[in-house]
């Protein structure tokens, strides 16, 4: 039994003694290496892109999208609300943040009203109300606007750290 034993700790004591060798070329320089090493042990481990630091990921937040997003949300809102006023209207979205009520008769301009901008009050400003030209300007809050870039932001990092974690 103590021979069995022994037997374990040389082979153990070997197998170690190999892996050893085996990594010399790649834990010490070249040009410290003895002669020995150099004519026997070439062969280096290949560092995975982890270890080399090669790997290089970006990762962006796109806010503007975010903002495009909801505007076109609130566009398409609105758009379903006056059609059940009156189906002769256009409803589209132009820069960044305005979204354009344009009415082929100028007077159903005042079915724009209380009834369907009190929903969105919060988000969105009346900027311009012309009855001539058959026309309602709407625009995203500049506070809504820093809301929705700032949930954008935090949503970003939030799914970063999932990722990287």
């Known amino acids: 039994m103590e021979k069995s034993w022994w037997w374990k700790a040389v082979l153990y004591g070997g197998l ?3 892996a050893c060798l085996y990594l010399v070329p790649t834990v010490v320089p ?14 280096r481990i290949q560092k995975g892109l982890d270890l080399q630091g090669g790997l290089h990921l970006v990762y962006s937040v796109d806010i503007e999208k975010a903002v495009s997003g909801k505007v076109d949300h609130l566009a398409n809102e609105i758009e379903d609300a006056v059609r059940k006023k009156t189906t002769d209207v256009e409803v589209y ?5 305005d979204i354009v009520v344009k009415f082929k008769n100028p007077a159903d301009v005042d079915k724009v009203d209380q009834s369907i901008l009190r929903p969105h009050r919060a988000e969105l400003d009346e900027v311009e109300h012309n009855r001539a ?17 700032d949930s954008a932001l ?11 974690d």
Do not use: C, M, Y
């Open 30 to 43: 070249e040009d410290h290496q003895p002669a020995f090493f150099k004519n026997h042990f070439k062969k």
């Open 93 to 97: 979205r132009e820069g960044r943040d």
């Open 16 to 18: 170690t003694l190999l």
């Open 133 to 149: 030209t058959g026309v309602v300007r709407l625009r995203l809050d500049s506070d809504q606007v820093a809301d929705i870039e």
């Open 154 to 164: 935090r949503q970003g990092i939030e799914t970063i750290r999932g990722r990287v």
